[in-house]
């Protein structure tokens, strides 16, 4: 089943359109990163996915209508939106309290758990927490809920890399699992790389690439090519160029790569270098969407 | 690079849904979060307990020389101090109600918590009737409680300065009904507090609107109505309806119930019956229930600031 399907999802604020027809489906058991420069409507589309915006266009999220039926939906989904949102005056004890109170699939002795391995007491306040304490309680209280689907928009701005790290290993060894799907926006793409299953760029309103990992490997290909066969591996069409030290390193798509082997050294781009091919970088043109 | 392995993990077994009760939490937190709820009535409550000690100092001479009045205007001598009491308690309830109310769907807006209480299964419509709830039916009934506690203290103390001084406390407490005066506070709480539900949810309504200085929109724009009105017409019929909105709650109490002195029956100052039938309040009502639906709407569709 798929966790989230979109066609044609609109969204305009007055004459600036955050989302310009996004097409998309995540599977379940999936996690994902949208991936996408500052204004390219990713936490626009986080939002529309979790009931927070109206939008136009198809959305199902869990089989449901994210607008209409929000309060309901929101039994089975959760999100981090960034780490400043937990009110500062409520105690840690008080946020345990409150969310059992309020969510059904809430377990407090896991929250518990996790706390207790920290160094965060029960009894302080979030405005006496560090930005990285503050980050664990928030992961704690998401962890102990048994949601299906978790959204986590930029959950680690501000981080220093200890904190960063122990975020996502506790997000994968404790809480993932087929059932579960997780969607993630960061701009510290290097960080999640190797936790995610799929990938997608959001660029002006639009998915420009929406690629599975195994798909990424075998579809992608960066040659640093010997100089005097950089003219030969530009006819074989990269879509991008860069050069470092003076050398040419090429990005190809869909490119066998037993035809470039004789070129240069090959490797498999990180997400950050196709990043800059899709989106970014001033050898790139429109049509270079179109290639996802 | 290959799909990670833990991927394929099954899934764990999902618990059975636990029972909630969102908008008692709901209106938890909202007590957690602004403890003024309760600490300013009692500051007030302190303040006017020390004063009453101090001047238990004069007590038995006061008592001596109310002894040759008659008792019913001794009895409203002793009322007077009880009433003060409340009245300046309900005062200070309204005052922390309308700055709650302007504050509440406005911090979590700036501070962006708002985020995490959208996290969880609360809809707004819970969470805007918690928060209406506040001003509404939690401080009056703290107000109610500890002007009762504070009565009661005070007449305890009045009790032991009269015994000390070997007066008898039988005609203070004879006289003194405190039942009665119970009821009374109750229903002027009751009355007070449902002439001005409509400011305390045009409030809440700004409070959600607003993007800064939800005071500042919350007071100018009538203001500025009726001041636009008295230029352009000559009239004043805005100003009316706000000087009836804030002083109207006199239809709960018969006519003159507040410039009669002396001697009369306190209950025969409430009047239901006027205040049933009274259009005002019934138009008041409406309109807070409308300002209090269009907060629940804007809270679905307002972002933080």
């Given at each position: ?292 | ?201 045009w409030a809440l309504l700004v409070s959600g609107w607003a993007k800064r200085a939800p005071f500042l929109w919350a007071v100018l724009p009538p203001l500025a109505l009726c001041l636009v009105e008295k230029m352009a017409f000559g009239t004043s019929h805005a100003g009316g309806l706000l000087m009836d909105r804030l002083g109207g709650f006199s239809a709960g109490f018969s006519p003159g119930a507040f410039t009669q002195r002396g001697v ?42």
């Amino acid at each position: 089943m798929a966790c989230i399907e979109a066609r044609g999802l609109r969204k305009t604020y007055g004459s600036a359109t955050a989302l310009d027809g996004v097409d998309l489906r995540i599977e379940e058991g999936r996690i994902v990163g949208l991936i996408g420069p500052n204004g390219a409507g990713k936490s626009t589309a986080l939002n529309a996915i979790l009931g927070l915006t109206p939008y136009q266009g198809e959305l199902t999220v869990l089989g449901r209508d994210p607008w209409t039926q929000r309060d309901l939906l929101m039994q089975d989904v959760c999100f981090i939106a960034d780490v400043a949102v937990l009110p500062r005056w409520m105690r840690v004890s008080q946020a345990l309290d409150y969310v059992e109170g309020v969510h059904p699939r809430f377990d407090r002795a896991k929250a518990e758990a996790f706390l207790a391995k920290t160094t965060i007491r029960a009894s302080a306040k979030v405005s006496q927490l560090s930005k990285g304490m503050v980050t664990q309680l928030h992961l704690a209280l998401v962890m102990a809920i048994d949601a299906k689907l978790l959204v986590l928009d930029e959950p680690t701005l501000g981080l220093d890399l200890l904190y960063r790290k122990s975020f996502y290993d506790t997000l994968l060894n404790d809480y993932f699992d087929a059932g579960r799907t997780i969607v993630v926006t960061t701009h510290q793409v290097e960080e999640i790389q190797d936790i995610l299953t799929d990938v997608m760029f959001i660029n002006r309103g639009r998915i420009v690439l929406d690629c599975s990992m195994e798909a990424f490997a075998s579809r992608y290909v960066e040659l640093m090519a010997l100089p005097e066969h950089a003219p030969a591996a530009r006819a074989l069409g990269p879509i991008h160029e860069r050069q470092v030290f003076g050398r040419a390193i090429l990005l190809f798509d869909g490119v066998p790569r037993e035809q470039l082997a004789p070129l240069g050294e090959l490797r498999t781009p990180s997400i950050a270098d196709l990043f800059v091919a899709v989106i970014g970088g001033p050898s790139t043109s429109a049509s270079m969407g179109a290639a996802a | 690079m290959s799909t990670p392995s833990y991927a394929a993990e099954a899934p764990r077994p999902r618990a059975p849904a636990a029972h909630t009760r969102p908008f008692f939490w709901s209106l938890r937190r909202e007590v957690w979060e602004h403890p003024a709820l309760y600490a300013a009535p009692l500051t007030v409550a302190g303040l006017i307990l020390v004063g009453f000690l101090i001047s238990c100092a004069s007590l038995p001479q006061r008592f001596s020389a109310g002894l040759v009045l008659d008792p019913a205007m001794q009895a409203a001598r002793h009322a007077e101090a009880y009433h003060f009491t409340g009245f300046a308690i309900m005062l200070t309830s309204i005052v922390v109600g309308l700055f709650y109310s302007l504050g509440a769907l406005f911090n979590e807006r700036r501070d962006r918590s708002i985020l995490f209480w959208k996290s969880l299964p609360v809809s707004d419509l819970t969470t805007v009737a918690a928060k209406a709830c506040v001003p509404l039916v939690v401080l009056p009934v703290f107000a109610f409680a500890i002007a009762t506690a504070l009565q009661l203290i005070m007449l305890a103390a009045s009790t032991v300065v009269l015994a000390v001084n070997r007066l008898s406390p039988a005609s203070l407490w004879s006289q003194l009904d405190v039942a009665q005066n119970g009821l009374l506070f109750l229903y002027s709480l009751a009355v007070v507090t449902l002439w001005y539900a409509p400011i305390y949810a045009w409030a809440l309504l700004v409070s959600g609107w607003a993007k800064r200085a939800p005071f500042l929109w919350a007071v100018l724009p009538p203001l500025a109505l009726c001041l636009v009105e008295k230029m352009a017409f000559g009239t004043s019929h805005a100003g009316g309806l706000l000087m009836d909105r804030l002083g109207g709650f006199s239809a709960g109490f018969s006519p003159g119930a507040f410039t009669q002195r002396g001697v009369v029956d306190p209950l025969s100052r409430l009047d239901p019956a006027r205040l049933v039938s009274s259009p005002s309040l019934w138009a008041g009502l409406v309109v807070a229930a409308v300002f209090l639906a269009a907060a629940v709407w804007l809270r679905r569709r307002r972002e933080p600031i």
